[in-house]
């Protein structure tokens, strides 16, 4: 069954510096999502995007965050410079259609910034 | 606001049912999902349900939605041990729109 894969598994940084997570959505998926999950917390929205550009963004998705698909198959995730509050494990989805469908989530990136 | 809100634990004995309960309060939720995370895994999609939908039973899965008391639940039957993780109960009424219980814990006890 297609899945959507995210790496690296686990990303380690020091407060200020960028981080690109990277996401492969299922390839007939047009509509792709990245969302957070703070330890302890519950799972948040962070961003959409669809016929690139992004849809909806949510209030933690600030000027220090941006998405890109950079090509056919990526869907990636940036933090310009990273804060100790941004660790959590960040969630890429796709789905076939915005409404309609399910989101697939991929197996996440825990981000550690010290 | 609106919120998903689900107990955090469940113990079971395996083999037996379990039953894991959602509540949510936007009755403008058009799907309801339930999604199980394993450790160190991504959030893997059981199943989801219309809210024009009562019922929906897949194989062990079975979900009831009462949208009259906005109250979502999954059971698992014959639940075994590699059932044991996190049960997310999750609404949209878009998919921009999502979102997410705190997540159940389901152990399950040999």
């Known amino acids: 069954e297609p899945e959507v894969t995210q790496t690296p598994s686990h990303q380690v940084t020091q407060m200020g510096q960028e981080v690109i997570l990277r996401c492969v959505p299922i390839s007939n998926h047009l509509y792709f999502y990245w969302y957070r999950q703070i330890l302890g917390q519950k799972v948040e929205f962070l961003v959409s995007?669809?016929?690139?550009?992004?849809?909806?963004k949510s209030e933690i998705f600030d000027d220090q965050f941006s998405v890109e698909r950079p090509d056919g198959s990526n869907f990636t995730l940036k933090i310009r410079s990273t804060k100790l509050e941004d660790s959590a494990m960040y969630f890429c989805?796709?789905?076939?259609?915005?409404?309609?469908?399910?989101?697939?989530f991929g197996n996440g990136t825990r981000l550690t910034v010290t | 606001g609106e919120d998903v809100e689900q107990s955090l634990f469940l113990s079971v004995r395996e083999g037996d049912s379990s039953v894991i309960n959602c509540t949510y309060t936007?009755?403008?939720?058009?799907?309801l999902y339930w999604y199980k995370q394993e450790p160190g895994a991504g959030l893997q999609l059981l199943t989801y349900i219309f809210s024009n939908m009562d019922m929906k039973q897949d194989q062990r899965l079975t979900v009831l939605l009462n949208k009259k008391d906005k109250h979502l639940s999954l059971r698992i039957a014959d639940t075994q041990t590699g059932d044991s993780a996190i049960y997310f109960c999750a609404e949209s009424i878009t998919a921009d729109d999502m979102r997410f219980g705190a997540g159940t814990r389901l152990t399950v006890k040999p």
């Open positions: 936007d009755s403008s939720s058009t799907y």
């Open positions: 995007f669809y016929n690139n550009e992004i849809s909806e």
């Open positions: 989805a796709s789905s076939w259609t915005g409404d309609n469908s399910p989101l697939h």
